[in-house]
């Protein structure tokens, strides 16, 4: 009975995804025992955007575009089972960002498909610990590294957070193998992967003398430029958060008091390439660590909430490196406050800011961006509605402001 009771214990701390809500207990889990130590689970959510944005470029023939676009942000299923207490399986798969640019007629050209977030498989090492490898998410860096899409505050991620997506890791997940758990009140995270070859810039070189592109595995090789390194470390203060899963909370939305500080790094030799003024190429360490802070808890007795997080991270992808107005060689400052309003009422409302400040090594400047919303929680963060306003200022460019609305419901 004992043991029953713990695995039982477990399940329930594991299967809390709905912060927040009335309707929403441990989801779509079905027992194939009686006790429930042998279960599936599946998860399914989706993320429908209109989007404003008045500073929107050209289209490929030089038309002018529409000001306001439709999307599904994501579309995902996710399953994970098991059939012993010591095994486990996760599958997830979906789909990001389809609109109207990127559809196709019958549904076959890239954008339209579904393809695999995570698949892996765990071997539990005792009650507290585990191993496991495959397709993962069990990143390093920091919190937001790691962010769940389920539950985040804000619209969306902070995307310069999700620091090797597309570079090292296919959509922030790496092929490989990690280490998981939790000693007391402080949990870790560590892994050992494999880097893409076809990453973001699948087809750049180095400029003689120039900057670095990461393209480290590609031109050196995979025994001198295939492996990355990570791992995430960090204390909780107050009540103590689930590990079960990778995914890390956005708000708790009051049903938690969590206070946690972290530190994590991510590692990856000779990733980054240099070329000489001879054109000899020269492998370039990318290192990125970071230190972060997460506070959530509820105040007063009317279902009032305050959440707060705050991030520094220090990114070296070479040398002057950067792609696009997301990757560069630098830091990063970014925080985000919100307050869930206390009523005697389902609905919730929490209104949020958020801000980031980046420093730019290549262009000796920084960008800055700004956003201000509001969450409106119809059954916590199983069905809400977020608007967002938010301004980039990138550089010595004109701001760029946006301005979103997003629907979103899970199971």
Do not use: C
């Not at 050209?58 to 676009?69: I, K, V």
């Not at 299923?77 to 990001?96: C, E, P, R």
């Not at 296919?170 to 193998?177: E, S």
């Not at 792609?323 to 209104?351: A, N």
Request: hydrophobic share 35%.
């Amino acid at each position: 009975m004992k043991k029953l009771t713990l695995i039982a214990g477990l399940l329930f701390s594991a299967l809390t995804f709905s912060q927040g809500s009335p309707d929403y207990g441990g989801g779509l889990k079905v027992n194939i025992n009686e006790d429930g130590s042998k279960y599936f689970r599946v998860i399914s959510w989706a993320q429908f955007w209109a989007q404003n944005n008045s500073d929107r470029p050209l289209d490929a023939n030089g038309n002018e575009q529409s000001d306001t676009n439709f999307s599904i942000r994501r579309a995902r299923v996710l399953m994970y089972a098991q059939i012993s207490k010591d095994f486990m399986i996760l599958t997830h798969f979906g789909l990001n960002s389809l609109n109207g640019d990127n559809m196709s007629p019958t549904g076959t050209k890239d954008a339209s498909q579904l393809f695999f977030h995570d698949v892996w498989a765990q071997y539990s090492l005792g009650k507290n610990h585990a191993i496991g490898g495959g397709l993962h998410y069990w990143n390093g860096i920091s919190r937001l590294n790691n962010q769940s899409t389920l539950n985040i505050m804000t619209l969306d991620n902070q995307r310069q957070a999700w620091a090797t997506l597309g570079l090292s890791d296919q959509f922030a997940r790496h092929m490989g193998v990690y280490l998981k758990g939790a000693l007391g009140k402080f949990q870790y995270r560590v892994s050992v992967n494999d880097a893409v070859t076809n990453n973001l810039q699948a087809t750049a070189t180095p400029v003689n003398g120039g900057a670095a592109t990461y393209t480290g595995r590609r031109l050196l090789g995979s025994k001198d430029a295939g492996r990355t390194y990570a791992g995430y470390f960090e204390y909780g203060f107050l009540d103590n958060e689930s590990n079960f899963l990778p995914y890390k909370v956005g708000s708790y939305l009051g049903t938690k008091k969590v206070f946690n500080v972290g530190a994590g790094f991510f590692a990856h030799p000779s990733g980054s390439v240099v070329a000489d003024a001879l054109g000899n190429l020269k492998g370039e360490d990318v290192k990125i660590f970071a230190l972060d802070a997460f506070y959530d808890a509820p105040i007063g007795s009317n279902g009032g909430a305050l959440t707060a997080y705050a991030l520094y991270q220090n990114n070296d992808y070479g040398k002057d490196f950067t792609l696009g107005t997301t990757y560069e060689t630098g830091s990063l400052l970014h925080g985000h406050v919100g307050y869930v309003i206390p009523m005697k009422m389902k609905t919730k409302f929490q209104p949020y800011l958020s801000f980031d400040s980046r420093k730019i090594d290549a262009l000796n400047d920084n960008a800055s961006q700004f956003g201000v919303g509001a969450n409106m929680f119809l059954s916590g963060h199983n069905a809400k509605l977020t608007l967002e306003y938010q301004s980039l200022k990138y550089a010595t460019s004109d701001a760029v402001n946006t301005l979103t609305l997003q629907a979103m419901i899970y199971l």
